[in-house]
Structures are given as structure tokens and as C-alpha cells.
């Protein structure tokens, strides 16, 4: 845009310290090794079916021994969560507390093994007229130090296949009788807080939908989700849903289209939480902020900058044709590059900017908002010279130095 200025062609004096500049990079490096090497990159945008999802919940086949939330007949669109509030009864054993270690190992096979629920829990006092062989009551232990140890008695908790003792092996029962450890019923309340993401939504959908969508990408506070057309109808009750279990995240938005327009973002809508897409995140050590909604940004893409990253040597020149709002050419610079950063979206060049002052390499980055012809019609040359400044000198140095 004509309010956007762009830095001027170099002159020659611009060329002419390249050149003594390279020179010099040129005569050190050779002292330091006879090779070099040459990296080139132009990037590419990236392939609009390459979209990343992080997974926050597991889309495996639940264990046997699994408990889960009663499923809602025919699905629900609203979310009512106290239709997730239900008990379960477990078999439990009252032991003293200083022999739960001992129980743990013991029994580890057999014990209680479930997420977000506790395999020892604090005991119900014996019912009335209930002779409790393992409520003996004893004085309380004082172990060195005068530390006294508790006698209230502990809940030892086991799995849901055990329905009773004799489901227990002959060797576990030898060993539950000989620590005087005294069976009991144990029911637990699960309430919506108790479940995971992908069993809230596994109930609420209809059974004639398989495919549970459980994952979705984060950027900074945002969840991006890609669900299909049969998600639609639950489209904000999912939101809802993922918004509630992740306390990181405070926007949930839905990709509405491919990545066809001419700045490379596509249109979103909000299904959950706050109507707010500035957000700001961290990748290879350095800090991105940029407007989700006006933006492309990729997760995917990072192991790949900092593979690229690592290839760089120190004071190498590159340029970076679709830079987005950075996250190439930020790590680069941070490295000791030089970077030619460019990008059409005049909202990318915006945030790349910023990125590059919040990191603090605005001497080593130079930004342009171009088209990708025009750049390299523009700049080719004087990269070429920059090139030929740094490497051709080199190559100099080496053949001279072996005559």
C-alpha cells in the first residue's frame, strides 16, 4: 500500500561495503576451516490441507476397566452439565495408614487406576453395630522426632472389574486377610468436572456419529478446531465443551473455508468464549504476537523453521520471500543472519514488524511488503552481489591458499 514506505534500492556505496564487508567475513572464515557452506531458501506457502492439530484428548478405544458418562439418547445441543452427574460403586478396603505403601505394591494389579480419581480416599466411620476386625483401636505411633503418625483409617480403592473378594486371586485374599483389611461397598459422585473432553462430547453426539472431535490446534489463547459438516449442528456446544476443560484456552473458533484468498487466512467463526483473536505465543525461543483472524499461522511449521534454523551458519544472508508475520525469520536473525524478510498481506508485514522489534533484531532483519515478483525483480541483484561478497571471496581465498 503507497502508506506503507519500503526501503530504498541499495546504491553502490550500499553494494561496495557488502563487498568489503563480505571480504572480511570471507579471510576469517577461511582461517577457520577451507569449506563453506551455502545455504538458499525460498519459502513456500504452505499446503492448505497441512493443518495442525494439537491433541488435548485421547480418541483411543477406552480400557476395559474405563468408566465414562451416561450417554445423552439422541445427542443434546444444549449443554447441561448436571446430566453428567452420576455415582459408581467401587469395593474398597479399610486399611491403617501407615500399610497403604504396602497395599499399593502389593496389589498394584488389582488396585483402582483411573483418571482424576484417587486410589486412597479417607474412610466412612463403621456403621453402627459393624465390628471392624481392622478398626482395632491402637495408640498413635510416635516415629523419631515426635512426628505421630494419623489413625484414622484409609479407603483402599479397587478396580471396577473386582465386583467382590472372590473375584480377587487366592494369593490377594491370603494377603488382605492376614493384614486384616476389611472389605467395603464405596460409591464416588462423577460430576461434568470429572470427565475428560473427549467423553463429554463422545455422550452428547449421537450415536450414529463415529468420528469424536477431540483435537484441535492452539495458538496462544485460541483453540482453532476443523470440524466436518455432521459436527455442525453441536458446533457451539463442542466449543462450549473444549472451552470448559482447557483453562489456558478463552476462544474457540471453527475454519469456515480453505486457504484460497490472495493473503493466505482463512475465515473463521466463533463457537465459544471471548470474540478476541490478538493473541501471543512462543516458538523457538522467541515471542510472536499476531491477529489470528487476519493471518496465516501454522504450529506444524515449527519443527521445520528450526530445522531450516540449525542449517543456518552465523552471518548468513537469506531471504525469506512469504514470511509471514516471522516465525522463520525472526529465529534466523536471532542466530546472528541477516534476513530479507517480505510478504504481501499488509496485516503480516504489520505483526512482522513488531515481532522483530519485541525480539529485538531490527538490525539484522530488514522487512518489505511486496509482492514476490516484485521483491526478487527489486532485490535479486543486490542479493546476487551479496552473495557473490560473502561466498565468492571465500572460494578466492581457498584456491589461492592451495597454490
Sequence with gaps: PPSIPHPQPPNLTTVALIFFSGLRWSVSAAKASCGIRIVTRALKPASTAATTFCTMASTAPPPAEAVGPPPIPGGMKELDRSAFTTRFPFIGLRVRPQKCGLFMTRLREVKLALPRIATIVPAPPPEEGDQDDSDTEVKATVVPGGRRLPT???????????????????????????????????????????????????????????????????????????????????????????????????????????????????????????PRFETRLREAGCTFHLDFSKVYWNSRLSQEHGRMVGLLPKGAVVCDMFAGIGPFAVPAAKQGCHVYANDLNPESYKWLQENVRRNKVTSLVDCFNLDGRDFVRQWGVFLLLSVFALFGCQLLLVVAGRY
Excluded: C
Excluded at 488382605?176 to 452428547?204: C, G, L
Excluded at 495458538?219 to 470440524?227: P, T
Excluded at 466436518?228 to 470448559?244: A, F, N, S, T
Design 152 to 274: 484414622a483409617k484409609k479407603l483402599f480403592l479397587l478396580a471396577p472389574r473386582i465386583k467382590s473378594i472372590a473375584d480377587l486371586s487366592e494369593e490377594d485374599r491370603a494377603f488382605i486377610k492376614e493384614h486384616n483389611a476389611k472389605p467395603v461397598s464405596h460409591a464416588i459422585e462423577m460430576t461434568y468436572d470429572s470427565w475428560r473432553t473427549d467423553q463429554i462430547i463422545r455422550a452428547v453426539l449421537p450415536e450414529t456419529i463415529t468420528d469424536v472431535p477431540s483435537a484441535f490446534e492452539t495458538v496462544g489463547h485460541i483453540a482453532h478446531m476443523n470440524l466436518r459438516d455432521e459436527h455442525l449442528p453441536y458446533k457451539h456446544l463442542i466449543g462450549q465443551v473444549v472451552l470448559d476443560k482447557n483453562k489456558h484456552i478463552k476462544t474457540v473458533v471453527n475454519k469456515l473455508s480453505t486457504i484460497d484468498t490472495k493473503f493466505r487466512f482463512f475465515q473463521m467463526e466463533l463457537l465459544a468464549g471471548e
